[in-house]
């Protein structure tokens, strides 16, 4: 078992920025793989991106299509951060951190969630 807790969520001006965090606890050495989503208002989940640990420094990183480019993810040890830049105001939704052994399978913990809103 594992516990997520994501933080950093908050109001920004679009083109602004943001760094979120998910810090992970429990049985952290069954987590290979962290993915980062998003729910808008009368939205469906969505993925934003995930990164997938091989070895001590060698991860994949894998990023949607709308948020490739302002979007990155990166892990130091058991906390993994979306650093979010050029906010737009279709940025805004709750973001959850999800956890799991692979990419496959990163869905296997989640988070609560932390509110982004992007709006002048």
């Known amino acids: 078992q594992a516990q997520l807790v994501e933080s950093g969520g908050g109001l920004v001006q679009p083109g602004g920025s943001l760094r979120l965090s998910c810090l992970i606890s429990?049985?952290?050495?069954?987590?290979?793989?962290v993915g980062w989503h998003r729910q808008a208002p009368g939205m469906q989940r969505e993925w934003v991106a995930t990164?997938?640990?091989?070895?001590?420094?060698?991860?994949r990183r894998d990023y949607a299509d709308a948020v490739k480019g302002r979007f990155a993810i990166s892990r130091d040890k058991n906390v993994v951060y979306l650093e979010m830049h050029s906010l737009k105001p279709e940025d805004t939704a709750v973001y959850y951190c999800s956890a799991g052994p692979s990419r496959l399978r990163v869905t296997t913990w989640w988070g609560q969630g932390t509110q982004v809103t992007v709006s002048s």
């Open positions: 990164i997938e640990s091989f070895g001590r420094s060698d991860y």
């Open positions: 429990g049985n952290t050495l069954r987590i290979n793989a």
